[in-house]
């Protein structure tokens, strides 16, 4: 079974600042995708970037980036230049590539809170 | 807009009852997931249905049931409803298997409560 943790319960950061979500997680395979996932109060999950295990290269979506250590089982999210609409729960996420029954199935961490300071 | 909606947005309900609760996908997904969010925790995986048969399920008692429709709509069911099922309970749906695509999109969750 896979795991994932999310060390930070709460952070925050000044508003235009930088700021880095750690993750870990825990798996056998050697092929998954990984997420992190935005969930404001409106409570509905929002993707925010996706990486796949095979790809070196970290994935990057505008303010958003990653950065994936496969050997250390690790997954950062950074986000630059942070705006108030940042402030949400965000939840890392891990799905194995595999095809059978289940997949498509995400396990997530338990979330760390951040909040955008003005 | 992502296109999936769920229903009721509250509902209360008392310990033994049964509830229904449901989840229209967005057009073109035929996977459907649903999780169980406890206040302070992330989602949980209860069960996944694809083509309206169930594929794959998490560590969730019988009690917990779902189906799917023609349609690709879902409902979740629980019976002999327990004060700890009190959660965010959260459908999300995918394209599923056609063209591997990972991306889950998540309805805003029903917010469940027992008493």
């Known amino acids: 079974a896979q795991t994932v943790t999310q060390s930070q319960p709460e952070m925050s950061v000044q508003e235009a600042e930088t700021v880095t979500l750690s993750c870990t997680y825990d798996?056998?395979?050697?092929?998954?995708?990984l997420f992190w996932y935005k969930q404001p109060p409106s409570r509905q999950m929002i993707l925010v970037i996706r990486?796949?295990?095979?790809?070196?290269q970290n994935a990057t979506e505008n303010r958003f980036s990653v950065n994936f250590q496969k050997a250390a089982k690790s997954f950062s999210l950074k986000i630059s230049d942070s705006q108030l609409g940042d402030t949400a729960m965000y939840f890392c996420?891990?799905?194995?590539?595999?095809?059978?029954?289940?997949?498509?199935?995400?396990?997530f961490g338990k979330g760390t809170k951040l909040s955008v300071i003005p | 807009e992502t296109g999936v909606t769920q229903s009721p947005t509250h509902l209360i309900k008392t310990r033994g009852q049964q509830v229904t609760l449901r989840c229209s996908s967005q057009?073109?997904?035929?996977?459907v997931s649903w999780y169980q969010q406890a206040l302070g925790q992330g989602p949980q995986f209860i069960f996944q249905?694809?083509?309206?048969?169930?594929?794959g399920r998490g560590n969730f008692p019988p009690r917990f049931s779902g189906l799917q429709f023609p349609n690709y709509s879902s409902e979740l069911n629980v019976n002999a409803l327990e004060l700890d099922d009190s959660a965010l309970y959260l459908c999300?749906?995918?394209?599923?298997?056609?063209?591997?695509?990972?991306?889950?999109?998540f309805g805003q969750g029903t917010r469940l409560t027992v008493v």
């Open positions: 990486q796949e295990a095979y790809k070196q």
């Open positions: 057009s073109g997904h035929n996977t």
């Open positions: 249905y694809y083509r309206e048969e169930e594929n």
């Open positions: 996420a891990f799905m194995s590539a595999y095809s059978g029954a289940g997949s498509y199935q995400l396990t």
């Open positions: 798996t056998s395979e050697s092929n998954y995708y």
């Open positions: 999300a749906s995918s394209r599923g298997r056609e063209g591997r695509n990972t991306e889950a999109f």
